[in-house]
C-alpha cells in the first residue's frame, strides 16, 4: 500500500479512536455524578455524521484499492494471454504456415487447451475448414468486385446517355426561339454532317424531327444584324428544350454571343468533334 495512503489510514484511525475514548471518559464522569447523560440535537448529529464518515472514507479507500488491484490483475492476464498466443504462432510460421492457417491452429489449441497435444487429423480438419471458409470469401469477393465494376459501367452509361449539354432560349436575331447548330471542326465553318446532327437530342427526339428555319449557307433576305452567309443550322423549338447527346463528351464551354444574340454551349466530343 502506498506509504501516503497508509498514513492518511492511521491518522483518520487515531482520531476516531480518540472520539470514542473522549465520549466514554466523559459519560462515565457523569455516571459518577449521577447525571443522566442527554447530548444535545446538533452535537449528536454531528458526532454521528464524523463517525460515519471516517468510517465511509475507510470503506471506500479499500473498496478502491481492491478494484486497481482486480484491473492491475486483468492487464497482466491478457498481457500474458498475448505473449503466449505470439509465441505459439510463431513457431507454426517459423514451420511455413500462413497467418490465417496460425490462427486456426491456435484456435483448435484454445478448445482443447493449452496444454492439450493435437493430433495431424485434428490439425488437418481445421486447415481444410480454413480453406472452405477461404474459397468461400474469394468467390464472395469476386462477385463483390463484379457487381461494383458492372455497377461502375452503368453508371458510365448513364452519364453517355441524354447527358444535358444545353437548353434552347429565346436566341438568335429574328428567327424566333431556336437551337443553331454548328460544326466547329474547320475554321471556314464546315456545315455540320447528317452524322454530326444525330449526336444531338431537343426534348429526347433527333434534331431532324424539328423544322429548319434557317438553313446553312447563304441567306437571300438576312434579317438586319445577321449574316449574309448562315455557318449553322436552325431548328425552330420552344424556349427551354433540353439538348442532350448520348455520345461521350470531354467538355463543354459556354459563353454569351453578343453578335448573334444568344448563348452558346460549345460541346467538345470525346473523339475531337465539336
Not at 466547329?184 to 434534331?207: D, F, I, T, W, Y
Amino acid at each position: 500500500m502506498p506509504t501516503d495512503l497508509y498514513e492518511n489510514l492511521k491518522k483518520q484511525a487515531a482520531q476516531y479512536d480518540d472520539n470514542a475514548s473522549k465520549a466514554s471518559l466523559s459519560a462515565e464522569k457523569l455516571k459518577l455524578l449521577r447525571v443522566e447523560v442527554k447530548l444535545g440535537g446538533n452535537e449528536a448529529q454531528n458526532a454521528a455524521i464524523q463517525h460515519q464518515k471516517q468510517a465511509d472514507a475507510l470503506g471506500n479507500t479499500a473498496t478502491e484499492a481492491e478494484k486497481a488491484t482486480k484491473a492491475l490483475q486483468d492487464y497482466q492476464a491478457k498481457q500474458k494471454d498475448s505473449v503466449i498466443d505470439s509465441i505459439y504462432k510463431s513457431g507454426w510460421l517459423d514451420k511455413g504456415y500462413t497467418v490465417a492457417q496460425a490462427n486456426a491452429i491456435l484456435e483448435l489449441q484454445k478448445a482443447k487447451g493449452m496444454s492439450a497435444i493435437l493430433s495431424k487429423d485434428e490439425i488437418d480438419s481445421a486447415l481444410r475448414n480454413l480453406k472452405i471458409i477461404e474459397e468461400q470469401q474469394e468467390r464472395e469477393d469476386k462477385l463483390t468486385e463484379a457487381k461494383r465494376k458492372q455497377t461502375q459501367e452503368i453508371e458510365k452509361q448513364a452519364k453517355l446517355t441524354k447527358r444535358l449539354v444545353g437548353i434552347s432560349g429565346q436566341s438568335g436575331i429574328g428567327t424566333g426561339p431556336h437551337l443553331d447548330v454548328r460544326y466547329g471542326g474547320s475554321l471556314s465553318g464546315q456545315k455540320v454532317s447528317n452524322e454530326h446532327l444525330a449526336r444531338l437530342q431537343a426534348g429526347g427526339k433527333p434534331l431532324t424531327s424539328y423544322k429548319i428555319s434557317s438553313n446553312y449557307g447563304p441567306r437571300k433576305a438576312p434579317t438586319k444584324g445577321a449574316s449574309s452567309f448562315h455557318k449553322g443550322i436552325d431548328f425552330s423549338m420552344p424556349e427551354g428544350t433540353p439538348i442532350t447527346t448520348n455520345v461521350a463528351v470531354k467538355d463543354i464551354k459556354t459563353w454569351y454571343d453578343s453578335k448573334g444574340g444568344g448563348y452558346v454551349s460549345e460541346v467538345i466530343f470525346e473523339d475531337g468533334v465539336s
